[in-house]
Nanobody
Framework: QVQLQESGPGLAKPSQTLSLTCTVSGGSITTNYYYWSWIRQPPGKGLEWIGYIGYSGSTYYSPSLKSRTSISRDTSKNQFTLQLNSVTPEDTAVYYC??????????WGQGTLVTVSS
């Protein structure tokens, strides 16, 4: 069974780049038809999908965040990474990494709170 674990700083300053890594165990990020996403939930708000990197390395981002988002992977470490540029306090949220097989959600990390504050 796939397990995911987010890691990264819990605090970022406005205008900085937020960088989070998801370490995957129990499965390979290159397994066919698996997609590896980042999702966030701001305090008191609903879930927001940020983007994914697919098993082939293809990426797709939410249009609303596309200009500030990059998702990459390290297949040797079985990890994928989110970079969100030029953060503001509105980017404060719990960030989750998730896996899906096709369009079926498969597993979620426990989530990590990132606070953007000066």
């Amino acid at each position: 069974q796939v397990q995911l674990q987010e890691s990264g700083p819990g605090l970022a300053k406005p205008s900085q780049t937020l960088s989070l890594t998801c370490t995957v165990s129990g499965g390979s990020i290159t397994t066919n038809y698996y997609y590896w996403s980042w999702i966030r939930q701001p305090p008191g708000k609903g879930l927001e999908w940020i983007g994914y990197i697919g098993y082939s390395g293809s990426t797709y981002y939410s249009p609303s965040l596309k200009s500030r988002t990059s998702i990459s992977r390290d297949t040797s470490k079985n990890q994928f990474t989110l970079q969100l540029n030029s953060v503001t306090p509105e980017d404060t949220a719990v960030y989750y990494c998730t896996s899906s097989y096709g369009s079926n959600w498969d597993a979620w990390g426990q989530g990590t709170l990132v606070t953007v504050s000066s």
